[in-house]
């Protein structure tokens, strides 16, 4: 298998961000629509989607496990320049702005100064299944593996911010990595929380990822973990925090990574776009198929075991229905224990294939709240997407 090598320090082709408003990575340079697999640094074999910036997907059949592995957990940047080693003795952790004292603090300090937690929670890239949408919209043509699932160790963002001491009138708190634009004008890849979510005791500084350190790909040595929003706002190689007595205005809470306001579940009609928009948040709930890949033959008469996942923003997933006949009855399918509210959680069907014919299989999960998944779903730059997923089997 081919093996691939990320990190550059100088760019050699313009993969400008500019052009690039939403969840997109540059499909002419360098980037592959196929199923190749390669080997990237640390990493196990993953579909490559580009290069330089590197994606890299995980193969479904992890989606049978709990915990996705971090040899083959899913990798997304937007910025070319990542450097090829961080170090451990070095790094720092900086966080000022309107703060009463600026703080640095090294891996050591993490780990000795602050309480440690651990929370399980899915991390899903916004863009997720993009390229299922129809219509077609343009970015990374992701399938369903621009997911993982991990129990993620660290101190609570709110201790950090606590002890640099928040100034009256911050609004706003921005994530930096040390990942940068591979051109000058390109706009460097910052986020933000409002102040209340940044304190709200859950989003935290991670420094291991299933019980170990971060792979260098997904954000070595630290990474924010937000339980229950997209993967967007986990900044990995994450150096700098900065609260604002304003909001903060950054070209990626801005223009990037919008969806339709005041819409739950991300929906918009194609002929007629939303006019307003605001920064992408919660994920919505979702349920896939993970178990038998799409087309598989079955014999007659042998029991077939279906598993999937299911998942939303950390409201829980009350129930998990399948439908053997393309959605005209639905059966609630069994559901194993919780890992933690903002993990996925598995499911499973045990379908005696009794008889020979073509059957499509429908999955919807409902969450503690009554959301559900619509029948179609799209937007302009794919995000959130959660339609019923359809799977079809033939029985021989
Ligand atoms: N520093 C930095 N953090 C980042 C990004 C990035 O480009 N740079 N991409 C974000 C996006 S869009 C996603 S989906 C997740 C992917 O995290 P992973 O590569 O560890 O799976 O990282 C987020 N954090
Ligand atoms: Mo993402």
């Not at 651990?118 to 129809?134: H, V």
């Not at 559900?372 to 339609?387: A, F, K």
Request: glycine share 8%; aromatic share 10%.
């Amino acid at each position: 298998m081919r093996k691939v090598n990320l990190f550059i320090f100088i760019a050699f082709c313009l993969t400008s961000c500019l052009q690039n408003t939403s969840e997109k990575v540059n499909t002419k340079a360098s980037a592959v629509e196929s199923d190749e697999m390669v080997l990237a640094p640390g990493k196990s074999a993953m579909r490559l989607l580009t290069d330089r910036p590197p994606n890299l997907e995980t193969p479904l059949h992890y989606f049978l496990m709990d915990y996705t592995p971090n040899d083959v957990f899913f990798v997304r940047w937007h910025m070319s320049n990542l450097p090829p080693e961080i170090g451990t003795d070095t790094f720092r952790l900086r966080v000022g702005g309107h703060v009463k004292n600026n703080v640095e603090l090294s891996l050591n300090d993490l780990k000795t100064k602050f309480t440690p937690i651990s929370i399980t929670a899915l991390a899903q890239c916004a863009g997720n299944s993009r390229s299922f949408n129809d219509p077609h919209v343009p970015g990374g043509q992701w399938k369903n593996g621009a997911m993982g699932n991990a129990k993620w160790t660290g101190v609570r963002l709110s201790d950090v911010l606590k002890m640099a001491g928040i100034k009256n009138g911050a609004v706003d708190v921005s994530f930096n990595g040390i990942d940068d634009p591979p051109l000058p004008g390109t706009p460097d890849f910052v986020k933000s929380l409002r102040l209340e979510k940044a304190m709200d005791g859950e989003t935290m500084i991670a420094y291991e990822m299933n019980g170990e350190p971060l792979p260098l790909l997904n954000g070595f040595p630290l990474k924010l973990v937000v339980p229950g929003w997209y993967a967007t706002y986990w900044i990995g190689m994450l150096n700098d925090i900065t609260v604002h007595a304003d909001t903060f205005a950054g070209f990626w809470m801005k223009k990037a990574y919008l969806v339709p306001q005041n819409n739950r579940d991300g929906n918009e009609n194609p002929d007629s776009l939303s006019q307003s928009m605001e920064p992408i948040n919660k994920m919505n709930v979702r349920s896939i198929f993970v178990t038998p890949e799409p087309d598989s033959l079955i014999q007659t008469g042998s029991i077939c075991e279906i598993q999937g996942l299911a998942f939303d923003g950390g409201d829980g997933i009350q129930k998990v229905e399948l439908s053997e006949d393309n959605g005209k009855t639905w059966k609630e399918v069994n559901l194993d224990a919780v890992l933690g509210k903002y993990s996925w959680r598995r499911w499973r069907y045990s379908w005696k294939a009794n008889t020979a014919g073509t059957y499509i299989f429908k999955i919807k999960a409902t969450n503690t709240l009554g959301e559900t998944q619509p029948e179609h779903h799209w937007n302009r730059s794919g995000y959130m997407r959660n339609e019923i997923e359809v799977l079809k089997l033939e029985v021989k």
